[in-house]
């Protein structure tokens, strides 16, 4: 019951428009071939105009996304199992931290669930890829956010070559089956792939060995994987292409503008808060006769 | 090496002084009785002169806070194992969760780690009271809230008399042991008791339930709970003077007023974090060599 499901299918993002949902204009065709070379990771459908107004936008959705949490959270506590899983993925200094700080950090913490996923410990390594993705998804009411993902098991797996194309063909399946049973038990997915450019890397790259202080936030298998740029596009490309899908479309976010990428994740993560519309859940208790008893205390 | 531990052992809060850390006037007394109709939960002690005044004071503590705190993120990532532990204890309406969403809230929520601590499911009924605990500490770099923690098996456990007397005395002497050897193991504990008045209890449950959007945060067992007011008034006490040691002392906090609490637990959090004193990790690769890697690229 997605609101763009109404809207006829596109294969590319529409040009903004001031009511278009943001999601319509970010989401990845399902099905269909991508060609991220066609995104320009600087660009800003349909966000506001410059920096200023973009940070004050983002400032000001603050309260309806915190209450609608709210809502969701109480829902819970009545037998709602909705929930939301945000799915963080894009390349180094796409902004995967800098988007739970300051988009995450306008919610209530206590309903969210944040989980950073590295390269598998051995324990890990020793079950299939989803069992630790598995462990750490949200409860009823929460919002759960991963950065990075199941996806880096057909990213970096294919890019490394670490398990045979075969295998990489099934791990896409099981990954639609997987986010299609998430969505089935009331999970609403937000995938969102942090678009920067490579120009843009390098620069954010150089911040870091420039800064003492962010030393510890770069590491020289980083120049590596940055000399598998194309490499990474594609597999990025592909996973896109193979998962999105209905129950669980991918976002492709321009994230070279920091303050447009909050903005609209930001955004997306609103406007699927308010099509869920949790509702406070009725009173199962009698509240005179509480208020009665309480004022005899 | 806590700065206070050189200051004479004091048996009640000093008044304030301008540059009197805020835990020396909060830290309750190590091993001395406790009455807490001697704490006013109204007051403000060390506080700022009025509700603008903590407003602004606590909003002007964000950023330091969050600067200490990525400081002990980045520390963990080259082995420092240091992390903190906040405990929020304290009867029904003072405050806890409104404490994590304004306070945690101030946080990168990457680096936070939150669990709230309902009455026992069954499975964790069937091991000991410590297991669920364990289970949700904190990792190297983050910081720990409990929303209740272990304190409630000393607490609603004696009041309800859940468990026998001398199990009871057995308990505060594990988790002294417990604690020991979690601050043995580099963690910095923060039990904060929230301290409310029997008045305001009521108006906060009155609120709750004169306020549909609220219903959902109310039970009738909380004026069930209302009635053995003095009851857990006085197990707390015994927590307070059982467990308030010099590894893991117990602040009590006034928590009538909410920008105080709010301040004031800000403030105590900060005062540690400032204690820790954590640093940016050295770089443990070649810099210059990196750099120029990356320029060719």
Redesign the interface.
Known sequence: MRAEGRAAPESRPAPARRDAPLRALLRAPVGERIDLGAFDPRATPGGPAGKAAGLAATAALAEPLTALQERLY?AA??GDRRRVLLVLQGMDTSGK?GT??HV??L????G?R?R?FKAPTPEEHEHPFLWRIKKALPVAGEIGIF?RSHYEDVLVARVRELVSRSQLGRRYAQINRFEQSLADDGVTLVKVFLHIGYEEQ?ER??ER??N??K??????GD?ED??LWPEYQHAYELALQRCSTGAAPWYVVPADRKWYRNWAVTKLLLEHLEELDPR????R???AE??R???E?
Do not use: M, Q
């Not at 030393?215 to 020289?220: G, V």
């Not at 406070?280 to 009173?283: S, W």
């Open positions: 109480a506590t009545a931290g739970v700080k995450i950090g919610f209530n913490p206590a969210c944040i950073s950065d390098r790259l150089l060995l420039d003492p202080d030393h510890w936030k770069f590491s020289p120049i940055r000399g406070y859940p009725e009173a208790f009698d509240v509480s208020r008893l309480l004022l205390t």
